[in-house]
Each structure stands twice: as structure tokens, then as C-alpha cells.
């Protein structure tokens, strides 16, 4: 079992930025990526995710405005949000993935960050 920790969350005005963390502890070695989704109201998505070889995919949407990263010697993932928009505002959570048979699925989930961009 992974254990997520994920502060970063907040209020910001549109066009800001935040950076949202989280820290990875206990079995970790077995991880192949690491994600960030949103839940928003009748809204689930995966928004970007690195796997262990650093490889780094984004939804459509955050384009050119997210970027997502890794400190693997500190096991953390980070989230850098920028030219924030009102559509952005999402209880954000990361998860670790792993191989099952011949998928890579969330296994662990952290507890959630609330995101709200106002206008």
C-alpha cells in the first residue's frame, strides 16, 4: 500500500498559479506512474500523468498551462498549474499506477485538494 499526501490546494484568482504536491511513502517500488486527476460536479478525469521512466501526458484542456514532474529521491510528484481558469476548480487528488496483468491502473489514491479559481 501507498500512502499520498497531497498539499497544495487553494483559493487563487483566474490567471494564477498554484503548485500542488504529493509525497509517496511506504511500498513504492513498484509503481509505474504517478497521476493527477479532478473531481468536479458529474466531471472525472485524468488530468496529466510521468511514469517512472519520466515519460509525461496530458489532457487536452491543460495543454500548455499544467506541467507535471517528479523528485525521485524525495518521491514526489508535483503539479504546477498555471493561467488558472474557473473551469479548473476540482477537488484534485494523485495515484500511484501499477501493472495488473497487462494494465496500469491507480491502485493508491490520495485524499484530495480543493482547487477553487475564482473570476
Known amino acids: 500500500q501507498v500512502q499520498l499526501v497531497e498539499p497544495g490546494g487553494g483559493l487563487v484568482q483566474a490567471g494564477g498559479s498554484l503548485r500542488l504536491s504529493c509525497a509517496a511513502s511506504g511500498i513504492i517500488f513498484s509503481i509505474n506512474a504517478m497521476g493527477w486527476y479532478r473531481q468536479a460536479p458529474g466531471k472525472r478525469e485524468l488530468v496529466a500523468y510521468i511514469t517512472s521512466g519520466g515519460i509525461t501526458n496530458y489532457v487536452d484542456s491543460v495543454k500548455g498551462s499544467f506541467t507535471i514532474s517528479s523528485d525521485n529521491a524525495k518521491n514526489r510528484v508535483y503539479l504546477h498549474m498555471n493561467s488558472l481558469k474557473p473551469e479548473d476548480s476540482a477537488v484534485y487528488y494523485c495515484?500511484?499506477?501499477?501493472?495488473?496483468?497487462?494494465?496500469?491502473?491507480?491502485?493508491?489514491w490520495g485524499r484530495g485538494t480543493q482547487v477553487t479559481v475564482s473570476s
Open positions: 495515484a500511484a499506477h501499477r501493472r495488473i496483468h497487462a494494465a496500469i491502473i491507480p491502485t493508491s
